[in-house]
T-cell receptor, first 113, second 113 residues
């Protein structure tokens, strides 16, 4: 069965520091992977996606993620965090049937000045 | 562009009452989804639809019913609300297939007393 694990419930970083949010997935075939961001009181917005090809994908707002098949991971990174990046971040995998997506439990990011 | 619109944004129900949440999308998407979001649980799929007139159960369908009479609308019904259904509900839509991005509404915050 497909599943997504985000080991870090909450992360605090200083503004300007680098960021890495972890995501591990369980999936039998080639996964289709996504990172979404949710600002307080808002719906989810797509940051980036991986389907195939280059394992380092670029997204919006300066985010990138690297797919590592050997580690079943799809970690999200940003070189320099801005205060506006404070939000909840969700990793997701697209299922076999094409009809369902499985989300991780989310990582809450706090940015301190 | 409106995207995905959910109504209402907030609702308080008493145990046993019924209500319907409406989701409307103007992107001509084939697929539509209803999720619930609970602290520490991430997003869990309630029901989904792959086209007008078709619906299917997701991960947590009990206590909910859905209908998709028109392609642009997806209704989520609670026939007899229970406190366990207190949650934030999100609707999403996408084109067909797991490669396609889900677009989310802003959510409906429901409290059942």
């Amino acid at each position: 069965a497909q599943s997504v694990t985000q080991p870090d419930i909450h992360i605090t970083v200083s503004e300007g520091a680098s960021l890495e949010l972890r995501c591990n997935y369980s999936y039998g075939a080639t996964p289709y992977l996504f990172w979404y961001v949710q600002s307080p009181g808002q719906g989810l917005q797509l940051l980036l996606k991986y389907f195939s090809g280059d394992t380092l994908v670029q997204g919006i707002k300066g985010f990138e993620a690297e797919f590592k098949r050997s580690q079943s991971s799809f970690n999200l990174r940003k070189p320099s965090v801005h205060w506006s990046d404070a939000a909840e971040y969700f990793c997701a995998v697209g299922a076999d049937t094409g009809n369902q997506f499985y989300f991780g439990t989310g990582t809450s990011l706090t940015v301190i000045p | 562009n409106a995207g995905v619109t959910q109504t209402p944004k907030f609702r308080v129900l008493k145990t046993g009452q019924s209500m319907t949440l409406l989701c409307a999308q103007d992107m001509n998407h084939e697929y539509m989804y209803w999720y619930r979001q609970d602290p520490g649980m991430g997003l869990r799929l309630i029901h989904y639809s792959v086209g007008e007139g078709t619906t299917a159960k997701g991960e947590v369908p009990d206590g909910y019913n859905v209908s998709r009479l028109k392609k642009q609308n997806f209704l989520l019904g609670l026939e007899s609300a229970a406190p366990s259904q207190t949650s934030v509900y999100f609707c999403a839509s996408s084109y067909r297939g797991r490669k396609n991005i889900q677009y989310f509404g802003a959510g409906t915050r429901l409290s059942v007393l």
